[in-house]
């Protein structure tokens, strides 16, 4: 009788175990899923694209920095100041070749961007993802 409450509680610690690693495992899906795909800020910027490259040892990603042209108190205080970096998803084909061109052209533009919550080094060296080029015309 003893051999058999023994057993039957180690199934029922098993099977708490069992349950308690899946609900671990669900949440830690979860907040993975909220830190990947979640965008934290949508916005838009307005400047000249400095340069656009792919940069990586491991993981190639594209980067870009965009010169934000800024007047007033902050003009000329200091060139870091003055620049906005950021990068591009590899996927982006489009963007990518609108940002390779108005680096070359020199074109004031807007970039469309979203701000992710965390860094992933396959995805790019900031939280800033430009998602569309928008050229102005002068």
């Known amino acids: 009788m003893e051999n058999n409450l023994v057993q039957k509680s180690k199934r029922a ?20 899923s ?17 340069r656009v490259a792919e940069k990586g040892v491991v993981f190639k990603t594209w980067e870009g920095k965009l010169n934000l042209e800024t007047f007033g108190a902050l003009k000329g205080t200091s060139p870091i100041a003055e620049t906005f ?7 982006d084909d489009e963007v990518i070749t609108d940002l390779k061109t108005v680096a070359l052209t020199g074109e004031r533009v807007n970039l469309h961007f979203i701000k992710r919550y965390t ?7 900031t939280r800033y993802y430009v998602t569309k080029v928008e050229r102005l015309k002068e």
């Open 119 to 125: 860094i992933f080094p396959w995805r790019g060296d």
């Open 13 to 32: 610690l098993s099977k708490g175990f069992k349950i308690l690693l899946i609900i671990l495992v669900v949440i830690l899906i979860g907040v993975f």
């Open 34 to 50: 909220f830190y990947y795909w979640g965008v934290y800020e949508r916005g838009v910027l307005a400047g000249k694209v400095l």
């Open 85 to 91: 970096d950021f990068s591009v998803e590899r996927s």
